[in-house]
């Protein structure tokens, strides 16, 4: 049962990936994101951590995508351009990339093998997670906060149209 | 019982494809679109091993991913809006001025 | 009471830094209190150091002190030491004591210059590095001292730098004398191999205990020795020191008469052991002394300029000196040292006080009969003169006396021979310079007559006191014949010095050798009156007769010139060459040529950077992989 829903979730995010890659039109791919984030998410939840998938969701998939669609509305590109038609770097990149995914792969497959999420063990629950934060990633958790507020001025101020411009 | 292998594996093929998005996409927002994906691959990963070696702290980790990609991200943005007041696009074949 | 000795140079090397950081801010008069008061500061503690050693008995000497370890590497070690024992006594006596005297002069001499800071700085660095020298218990310690004076020497002698002139002698000075260097330290080092310290104690001990064949010591000997003529300017390094007299007087009576040229002298009666063991280097001293006594001598007979003919004679008076330690009459070389310090900075000190009440004339033939314009110049002058020209009753002849003394009870014939000429050619010149001078018809040029004055008193307080000092100095060594015990200072320097086979002569032979001495000494003096004031015109007719003989000696038997074509031009001309073919093309080409490849490449290397982010995107992308893949596989 979990493998099935495994494999829908995986197909799921890698067709959306695929779709995103291949579309013209920014809007769609954008779109095309939120589907694979969504699918991350129950990804996430098959693996025991309800909490994380939450997360992607609302933040992922809810506020950083939407905000992507605001940025493609404000520059309106219309008919949005075409993904590299050039044979050679498609060629490259492709060759790369399969190089690549055959390393990792390689590195991946001494990975041990641990009951999943479902049946046997219960999930991680939030309160877990509060608690690390609160405590051994107390320091990171507080400067994370100092980030956060620095990107929001940051932006704020990036974007501000000067007086008389 | 889902192998850990198969999310590890699964990650992997995320994380390909996004890097073969950024090469075949000649748009900065697009290319921004496929750096996220990258970043969630690795979320992948992470969340993978922290069931396997019951590891909890991989969580916090990947909570703090997740917000830093959203700090990020909306620089990245304002950048990006910045350019196409400037150069009137987001062509990344035409953003070379940092040549030489 | 001894003990303080180790202080003795520190109070001028204290004073000479002040100067130095601070001289631009202090006022002329605390300059001089301070410069002075630092060398008489050092005399006290030499005072001190001496009294204290009268009570010491000679077993315990040398004395040592090290301050501080200085040099450790592997077997080569030299530690920053002193020593005292009679000889370093008499050392830092006269350096300081005729030092101080000096000083004292050089506020009067040098009170309108306007380098006088610079100059009380030079000053008491050169006090500094002579008492260095004096007091050094080690060959390496000594070498320092050996060096600094060399570069006091140079400064002071280029004193007045915008002088062309000036500045060459000063550089003269200082190459030649590195050239003797070079014999010192190959002495140096053969020393170190055989010995394995460079402490005088430890070479005296070796030599003791046949450690050495003889054969190298006496090459160890000749090489210092070579070192030695350079310092005490003997044949054939001695050319620096006629050009030296470019500096300011008081400059030449302390460096050039006094203290640094006896430096070479120092050092051989310090390795007086040394010398005597190996017998040949001890006959090459004393001939090379005899020869140069009597050479520099024949130059001075010719010269014009006051200063000259006293560098001359210094040069003559240096061999004498080498005369009697080449016979093994080590002490009757020091003794001749320590009295010629005194007559001979007297006479330059009161050549100073007579080229300054002239305005700045050097040249004798515009002086004459000067000894009523200059009455407290006048007495010391001809006090200094008579000294060195060995008349009974000053110090001159009783040092002079027992050096020859000493090579005839060798059997030393020749180096006997060759220093009574020098004796009468000495009384000639000085007395010559005398008459010239002090006597006759006055030629002086009408602007200086009209500002012709007396020194003041810093001036000639310290003539007075030289000129005491140069007639009761004598009497610390009387000859044998007036008792085994009269020779107080041989006696002092027993400890240091070991006897050699000493000669034994009759006490009738001794006042003969003395009255052949003084009848020497008469001659020189009447024939110079003959020639300079009773027929003036004697001179003019000799040189009419044999023009060749004059242009000989007046051109210093051109040994300069010879030593510039043969020496100086190839390798000036030699050094030309190289710079222009390899300097200038080599290494210039082969820095340039980096830099201008470094350039090259940059901009090749610049063609990855197209600015396109894709592009950077894929170098990482391949470096990633090549990285995973190293470190999988």
Not at chain 1, 131 to 144: C, H
Not at chain 3, 210 to 215: D, H, K, L
């Given at each position: ?165 | ?66 917000t830093v990609a959203a700090a990020e991200a909306a620089i990245g943005l304002a950048i990006v809006l910045l350019i196409f007041r400037k150069k009137k696009t987001i062509k990344t074949e035409t953003l070379n001025s940092m040549k030489g | 009471m001894t003990d303080v000795f180790w202080l003795i140079p520190f109070a001028p090397v204290l004073s000479s830094l002040v100067l130095v950081v601070f001289g631009s801010k202090l006022s002329k ?605």
């Amino acid at each position: 049962m979990a493998i099935l829903l495994f494999f829908l979730f995986a197909a799921l995010a890698v067709g959306s990936v695929l779709g995103m890659i291949i579309s013209r039109n920014q809007a769609y791919s954008a779109l095309f994101l939120v589907l694979a984030f969504a699918s991350l998410g129950g990804l996430f939840g098959l693996l025991g951590a309800p909490f994380m998938a939450v997360v992607q969701i609302i933040i992922y998939a809810g506020a950083i995508m939407v905000l992507f669609i605001f940025v493609i509305m404000m520059i309106h590109l219309g008919d949005g351009i075409s993904p590299e038609k050039k044979k050679w770097t498609i060629a490259a990149a492709v060759f790369m990339g399969i190089i690549l995914l055959a390393e990792l792969v390689f590195a991946v497959k001494g990975a041990p093998a641990v009951p999943m999420a479902g049946q046997e063990m219960a999930g991680t629950s939030p309160t877990e997670i509060g608690r690390l934060l609160f405590t051994k990633y107390l320091y990171p958790f507080e400067i994370t906060s100092v980030l956060i507020i620095a990107a929001l001025v940051g932006a704020v101020v990036l974007v501000k149209k000067r007086e008389g411009e | 019982m889902i192998p850990p292998g198969y999310f590890f594996i699964l990650s992997v093929a995320l994380f390909v494809l996004g890097i073969i998005a950024f090469f075949l996409k000649r748009d900065l927002i697009t290319q921004f679109m496929a750096i996220e994906i990258m970043l969630n691959a690795a979320n992948l990963a992470f969340l993978a091993l922290a069931r396997s070696s019951n590891f909890v702290d991989a969580q916090v980790i990947v909570f703090f991913i997740i917000t830093v990609a959203a700090a990020e991200a909306a620089i990245g943005l304002a950048i990006v809006l910045l350019i196409f007041r400037k150069k009137k696009t987001i062509k990344t074949e035409t953003l070379n001025s940092m040549k030489g | 009471m001894t003990d303080v000795f180790w202080l003795i140079p520190f109070a001028p090397v204290l004073s000479s830094l002040v100067l130095v950081v601070f001289g631009s801010k202090l006022s002329k008069k605390w300059v001089s209190l301070q410069a002075c008061g630092a060398v008489l500061l050092s005399f006290v503690f030499a005072l001190v150091a001496f009294l204290g050693s009268l009570r010491i008995s000679p077993e315990e000497f040398p004395i040592v002190k090290t301050l501080f370890p200085w040099i450790g590497a592997g077997s080569f070690q030299a530690g920053f030491s002193f020593q005292f024992d009679p000889l370093s006594a008499v050392m830092v006596l006269v350096v300081t004591g005729v030092g101080f005297l000096i000083h004292l002069y050089s506020v009067g001499y040098m009170a309108h210059d306007k380098g006088y800071t610079r100059y009380f700085a030079y000053l008491n660095l050169f006090t500094f590095a002579m008492l260095i020298l004096v007091l050094a218990s080690n060959m390496v310690l000594m070498f320092v001292g050996w060096e600094g004076v060399g570069l006091c020497s140079y400064l002071l002698i280029g004193f007045w730098f915008e002088k062309p002139s000036a500045a060459a002698a000063g550089k003269k000075a200082f190459i030649v004398n590195r050239i003797g260097d070079m014999g010192f330290i190959l002495g140096l080092l053969f020393i170190l191999v055989a010995v394995g310290s460079s402490e005088f104690s430890a070479i005296n001990k070796a030599i003791g205990q046949g450690i050495f064949p003889q054969a190298l010591a006496t090459l160890i000997a000749i090489l210092l020795f070579v070192g030695a003529t350079g310092k005490s300017a003997q044949i054939p390094l001695y050319v620096w020191l006629p050009d030296a007299m470019e500096g300011p007087t008081p400059v030449s009576a302390l460096i050039h008469a006094a203290t640094m040229v006896t430096a070479g002298v120092y050092m051989v009666a310090r390795l007086n052991l040394l010398f005597t063991f190996s017998g040949t280097a001890a006959d090459i001293v004393a001939l090379v002394g005899a020869l140069t006594a009597v050479f520099a001598a024949t130059m001075a007979l010719t010269q014009n300029d006051i200063k000259r003919v006293l560098a001359y004679s210094t040069i003559s008076q240096l061999g004498y000196m080498f005369i009697g330690c080449g016979v093994g009459a080590y002490a009757a070389g020091i003794f001749h040292l320590y009295t010629h310090a005194f007559f001979k900075s007297l006479l330059f000190l009161s050549a100073g006080s007579v080229i300054h009440a002239l305005s700045g004339q050097q040249d004798m033939r515009k002086m004459g009969g000067l000894r009523k314009h200059l009455p407290r110049t006048f007495p010391p002058f001809l006090i200094g003169a008579i000294a060195i020209s060995g008349i009974p009753f000053l110090s001159g002849f009783f040092s002079k006396d027992a050096i020859l003394t000493e090579a005839f009870a060798q059997g030393k014939y020749f180096i006997w021979a060759l220093g009574l000429t020098g004796a009468v050619m000495t009384a000639f010149y000085m007395f010559r310079l005398i008459f010239l001078t002090f006597y006759g018809q006055e030629r002086i040029e009408h602007e200086a007559k009209h500002h012709l004055h007396e020194s003041p008193k810093s001036m000639t307080v310290p003539l007075a006191i030289l000129a005491v000092f140069s007639v009761i100095a004598g009497y610390a060594g009387l000859p044998a014949v007036l008792g085994e015990k009269a020779d107080l200072f041989k006696r002092f320097l027993d400890p240091v010095i070991k006897p050699g086979a000493e000669g034994h002569i009759g006490a009738g032979t001794e006042w003969l050798l003395m009255l052949v001495s003084v009848a020497v000494a008469a001659v020189g003096i009447f024939a110079a009156y003959v020639f300079y004031l009773q027929k003036p015109g004697i001179p003019h007719t000799l040189v009419a007769r044999f023009p060749w003989l004059y242009k000989l000696l007046y051109n210093k038997y051109f040994v300069d010139e010879i030593y510039g074509a043969v020496i100086v031009n190839p390798l000036v001309k030699g050094s030309d060459w190289v710079y222009g073919h390899f300097d200038l093309k080599v290494i210039d080409g082969a820095l340039n040529g980096s830099a201008s490849a470094t350039g090259f490449f940059g901009k090749v290397l610049s063609f990855v950077q197209t600015g396109f982010v894709k592009d950077y995107a894929l170098a990482f992308l391949l470096g990633a992989v090549i990285f995973l893949g190293v470190l999988l596989f």
